[in-house]
């Protein structure tokens, strides 16, 4: 017979909240002291959103005689908000491995792609691709990004550059939006690159009078449902004015502008967003001075992809600066065929010892205000009442496990929860399944 509610943890050694106060998203101050309740207890209702926490025995003392569909002894471990992966590249087919041995032989990001590979490699797979094929193949990643922990992800189009495989594309992520147990949000990113026969100014022209209002017309009729619009601002791609034409027209239309910028070049993309109210801008490796300043002031988060750095060996994104200067620091795994990443714990590890955050700034980074950049935050990111009963349970006695444990996630993590539903369990606490 079904409980009166839901989940029960309890006993757990360590219960991170990451907030306390309903913050939106954490600074520098609020990201260095996360607060973390010891011996403490967590109940999620069965409708999925968060009911009660707090220390143990207060907890049992004020649901006594309360019934739960499942409890769970935490004792000795740590609870953790879900983590929020708020940049990656999910859907794609054609592999580009071979592209490594070229990176490692000292071949640049554009000089692959103006050679044909990169994108346009990935384009000509995808475009070729069935449906059911990419279906596939996203919902596996999805999975490997959920056994690391990650229980919202940000998912864009982007390697289809014509209408009809960005809707392709799209379809495919509204599809495991709707059949998976994992939040995701869908980004339109059409402007991924130029293709191939057309410059940037007709590209663009193409992008506002052909994509976006077939795909304004599949919003409005409920088939699709996408959340941001993104276009890659760089030197040889999309200039400053075709980057601002696309995005005020996706904003206009009622998407969040959430867009890659300053990442190979100075390209004052930091500015243009702060200027256009941009929810996040992702790399900014070579942002300027004056950009960290605009992003600082227009609260626009800056999503930091310490994977991305390290395999084409860039400049690392200056997240001390960031931090300092009071802009929101959030990170993502930016998963694609060119840094091939699932795991949210070691872009966290990258980003303490590449960017020198702090293990806490690095966590808050992760979910409140990853959860931020992708407009969430009220529902997701941190343990709260009324919030999304979204937590991972960690076998270890402090939560820095996660994080200082590099690659080691896969037997740290016991359970991934989504909806106070259990979605993984770790083989050693009993038989790995999905509910």
Sequence with gaps: MAGEYGLLLENAEQLVLVCGRGEKYLLQEGAGRLPVLRHASLLVGRDGLIKAVGQADALRSQFSGASFDRVIDCSGKCILPGLVDAHTHPVWAGDRVHEFAMKLAGASYMEIHEAGGGIHFTVEHTRNAPEEELFNTLKHRLERMRLAGSTLVECKSGYGLNLETELKMLRVIERAKRSMDIGISSTYCGAHSVPKGKTASEATDDIINNHLPKLKELQLSGKIDVDNIDVFCEKGVFDLDSTR?????GKDMGLQINFHGDELHPMKS???????GAQAISHLEEVSDEGITAMARAKCAAVLLPTTAYMLRLKQPQAR???KEGVIVALGSDFNPNAYCFSMPMVMHLACVNMKMSMNEALAAATINAAYALGKSDTHGSIEAGKQGDVIVINSTRWEHLIYQFGGHQAL??????KGKIVY???????????
């Design 245 to 249: 034409r696309i995005l005020q027209a």
């Design 270 to 276: 930091a500015e243009l967003g702060a200027e256009l």
């Design 321 to 323: 600066k960031m931090l």
């Design 413 to 418: 993590i016991d359970y991934v929860i989504v």
């Design 425 to 435: 369990k770790n083989e050693k606490c009993g038989i790995m399944s999905s509910y």
